[in-house]
T-cell receptor, first 114, second 114 residues
Framework: KAGVTQTPRYLIKTRGQQVTLSCSPI?????VSWYQQTPGQGLQFLFE???????NKGNFPGRFSGRQFSNSRSEMNVSTLELGDSALYLC?????????????FGSGTQLSVL | GDSVTQMEGPVTLSEEAFLTINCTYT??????LFWYVQYPGEGLQLLLK?????DKGSNKGFEATYRKETTSFHLEKGSVQVSDSAVYFC?????????????FGKGTHLIIQP
């Protein structure tokens, strides 16, 4: 059974640009969560989607957005990139919404903003 | 709000040494507690969990006991191996499904020397 797949693995962007990251959950999983990992702030919750609906959102500005498609694949978008957005972005999937006990994480997308 | 505090390290030990990684938390409700492990270049993997006071989670020789009176969830292993070298994250989720996702500590980098 394939795990959580995140693409691309690495991204380099410049300030002011926008970026889209993709996450394919484990087959049959309907919930997708996104986290940002930085050396200074550690791991922080961005948002969770279930059945194409955003269930909840962490404390991030509106530049960070996401969506989920009918096949449960999810994308997150960051507009008007800032240097501080450089981070590892992790996606996690689970069968049901709000089920942290059953989260499976991908390897992440490493975003560098120059 | 909720928070998790853990020693950041790096923690360097010799093979077969005893390991303790301290973790304390603050939460408004009755959280579930977790330890995740991140190996180089990979996403997070759930190591163990405990959902109520006095529960002991265990996996791969690691153990942690949910201590409500001291708000702690310290990770222990009796004899570490080189393959245990990784970053370990303590995390919590409030009861009711973790509406705000997981709250993570900053992570503890563990280095085991042969």
């Amino acid at each position: 059974k394939a795990g959580v797949t995140q693409t691309p693995r690495y991204l380099i962007k410049t300030r002011g640009q926008q970026v889209t990251l993709s996450c394919s959950p484990i087959s049959g999983h309907r919930s997708v969560s996104w986290y940002q990992q930085t050396p200074g702030q550690g791991l922080q919750f961005l948002f969770e989607y279930f059945s194409e609906t955003q269930r909840n959102k962490g404390n991030f500005p509106g530049r960070f957005s996401g969506r989920q498609f009918s096949n449960s694949r999810s994308e997150m978008n960051v507009s008007t990139l800032e240097l501080g957005d450089s981070a590892l972005y992790l996606c996690a999937s689970s069968l049901a919404a709000g089920g942290p006990e059953k989260l499976f994480f991908g390897s992440g997308t490493q975003l560098s903003v120059l | 709000g909720d928070s998790v505090t853990q020693m950041e390290g790096p923690v360097t030990l010799s093979e077969e040494a005893f390991l303790t990684i301290n973790c304390t938390y603050t939460a408004t409700g009755y959280p579930s507690l977790f330890w995740y492990v991140q190996y180089p270049g990979e996403g997070l993997q759930l190591l163990l969990k405990a959902t109520k006071a006095d529960d002991k989670g265990s996996n791969k020789g690691f153990e942690a006991t949910y201590r409500k009176e001291t708000t702690s969830f310290h990770l222990e292993k009796g004899s570490v191996q080189v393959s245990d070298s990784a970053v370990y994250f303590c995390a919590l989720s409030e009861s009711g499904g973790g509406a705000d996702g997981l709250t993570f500590g900053k992570g503890t980098h563990l280095i085991i020397q042969p």
